[in-house]
């Protein structure tokens, strides 16, 4: 089963509404590994990798365990859309919160997660709304926002709540676009234009960031990055950690205070 708050946040935000309006004309597609959702259910594999690879060496849990490896972790999913990632973490073990501001991909996730019989608490809101509820801040041992940074409006208040609301000296996992050259050619254009993997207007340039300037930005608000990955596309298909951040990565790292 899972719970959910029954109400959307409209309060003060870094959500981009036209984002999410595009994201609810999408929400029935989120589990449909053929469509619109098809690059973010090839990229899911590699991001479970990451997140699995930070939990275990910050020693949060033995990723190694047969069974139920990360039981008793409380975990924050930012910007969830319909469950990707949140549905896999809970199957290790992690008591999850999910949260989005679309509330087509929160009914999407709760839909799949009952069907899946996932314990999983969806909540259509903000994680600046959801740091200004009781008993929030400072809750979560990790935290992660995939593929959600480049959408939002304020980086700036929206790396702040990931902060409040992950415990000191817990985990913040981030992945994102570089703002690249490479990223503008494959992730935008070929993606959004020429391939026709995303829907046209899915990314906006502007709201790349680069690793170094994540890593700043992080920093300002008491999250010490220490590791940086890149996600490279592998011949067989899907996605391998690499090196190579040109186009996608993700950063990871502790709240120092």
Not at 41 to 67: E, K, W
Request: proline share 4%.
């Amino acid at each position: 089963m899972t719970s959910a708050s029954s109400s959307r946040d409209t309060g003060t935000s870094s959500v981009d509404d036209a984002d999410i309006a595009r994201f609810d004309q999408l929400a029935a597609q989120w589990w449909d590994v053929s469509g619109a959702m098809k690059p973010l259910h090839q990229f899911t594999p590699v991001r479970i990798d990451y997140i699995s690879n930070c939990i275990r060496r910050a020693g949060l849990s033995d990723m190694r365990h047969p069974t139920l490896r990360l039981s008793g972790l409380k975990v924050l999913d930012v910007g969830c859309g319909g469950g990707l990632l949140a549905e896999p973490l809970a199957r290790l073990g992690a008591e999850m919160t999910a949260i989005d501001a679309s509330q087509g991909a929160i009914m999407a996730a709760q839909a799949h997660a009952r069907q899946q019989n996932l314990a999983i608490d969806y909540r259509a809101t903000s994680s600046e709304a959801l740091l200004a509820e009781d008993g929030y801040a400072g809750r979560f041992d990790l935290v992660y926002a995939s593929e959600v940074i480049e959408h939002v409006n304020d980086r700036n208040s929206f790396l702040s709540a990931l902060a409040g609301l992950v415990r000191p000296d817990g985990l913040v996992i981030i992945t994102t676009i570089n703002k690249s050259v490479p990223a503008l050619l494959g992730a935008k254009i070929a993606a959004e234009y020429l391939l026709n993997l995303v829907p046209r207007g899915t990314h906006e340039f502007d709201k790349f960031i680069t690793p170094r300037q994540l890593v700043s930005e992080c920093a300002e608000h008491n999250i010490a990055i220490d590791n940086i990955t890149g996600f490279v596309p592998r011949l067989s298909g899907g996605f391998r950690c690499s090196s190579v951040t040109a186009v996608n990565y993700g950063v990871c790292g502790r709240r120092v205070s």
